[in-house]
């Protein structure tokens, strides 16, 4: 009995020996993983945050059983379905952030590699897809009742869009959508009949035959109004009205593909001092695999080291040029998500090989955050890592309390749970970044108005009333953050803005505040819709609140 006791003690002293010694090495490297869900049914392809803090997930719809189930026993005719000419199975979910539990959706025709925005009035429309789902429009609105599901509609595009990037318009009626596999050119949703599809050449020049390496391009709306479109290796400045290239931009040095299926990842940078005549715009591409990687990978089963640069760029200078800087990781697949601080964290993907099936190598599994403002070789920090590879087919979403959102992970044709190199996963996990923290919890800012889902007009002075435990001392950022739609490592429509402060107030010696910010003066800098709001205290985001900016 005493020798059993004994035995016991000693056994929960080492277990909390080496939980504080756990402790310990996480904090030095910063950020933590939970696994929010073991199984949520279907490997999340893409992600996109909604406005009640619901999150769409979905895959395709032909390749076999998932593990969920469609709603009230439902089933559909799949007859493109290598497997199942009957599925009774879900290939999307919406996730409740809230009480982190999954419900399934019905889609009824192919998902597959696909594109969308949400509308400025909340509604995720979903573009395109493959085969029955190639030409399909889609949408969701959010609801608070489990009780909405997909729209499909027929014949919503001109051209089947697979792998195509969409971008959210500033006159938030539109979207544009571009490329996609075999497609050198664009499309509005809704559709335009004058145009109707508009030849975008550069999109030709940029496939690199047999590999392409142009598919997915990274699309980000400048401050002056033109679309940057970056494929491959390089980019350039569309006037979409115009149908116009305005600007070409050099090839990133090297000359190593960047895009799927090389697939690196890219953002625009926070946008600051948004008052200035000319407002400076700064794109950042990261990772990718050297020229070739696909064919080596796919023919010889030979996995290249992917590439471990960063490329930045001032894209309204006259005479834009890259700078290159090197990053902790190789990394191929890798997702870019941008931090309600300011930061960009590098997440998911591998060290070797390419995108496409069975082709990436070498899961990355520590995230680095860049630093934007700091000092060239002062800008990387490399986190804690996870435990679950996330290679071809992972996602990443910035939720509103600060957590990033990582699911996802299939290289395989169907789902292949057990005895592969990379399992499907359905595995469900939250990245939390080193400022979620609890010895930060006394400079967490917690924002008490304006209220969620207000509404916020362009060009105003936009009083934020906050409280903090310790006394402010240095200026606060107010920050807004677009929920972007995300697949295959890259975050459409993800766009931060700085506000500019007008004024700053102490209520009395409480610990509530007051900063007056001016919202972005025109649609051009930030598109319409909803956005998560936050005050950032010492580099420290609050938990971000919904405003409709219109
Ligand atoms: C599939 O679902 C079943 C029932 O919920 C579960 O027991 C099983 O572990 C799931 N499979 C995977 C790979 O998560």
Redesign the pocket.
Known sequence: MAARATFIIYALFLASLQLLLTRHLSSAAGGSWNVLL??VGISAMHMQLLRNDRVVMFDRTNFGPS?ISLPNGNCRDNPNDAISRTDCTAHSIEYDVAMNTVRPLTVQSNTWCSSGSVRPDGVLVQTGGDRDGELKARTFSPCNNDQCDWVEIDNGLWKRRWYSSNHLLPDGKQQIVIGGQGQFNYEFYPKTTNPNVVALPFLAETNDRGQENNLYPYVFLNTDGNLFIFANNRAILLDYVKNTVVKTFPAIPGGDPRSYPSTGSAVLLPLKNLEADQIEAEVLVCGGAPKGSYNLAFRRKTFVKALDTCARIKINDADPQWTVETMPHARVMGDMTLLPNGDVLIINGGASGSAAWELGREPVLAPDVYHPENPVNTRFETMNPSTIPRMYHSAAVLLRDGRVLVGGSNPHAFYV?TGALFPTE?RLEAFSPAYLEPQFATLRPRIQSPKSQSRIKYGMNLKVKFSVVREVTGPVKVTMVFPSFTTHSFSMNQRLLVLDNVKFTRKGRSTTYEVQVRTPKSAIIAQPGYYMIFVVNQNIPSEGVWVRLQ
Do not use: T
């Open positions: 073991p199984n593990n749970f359905l």
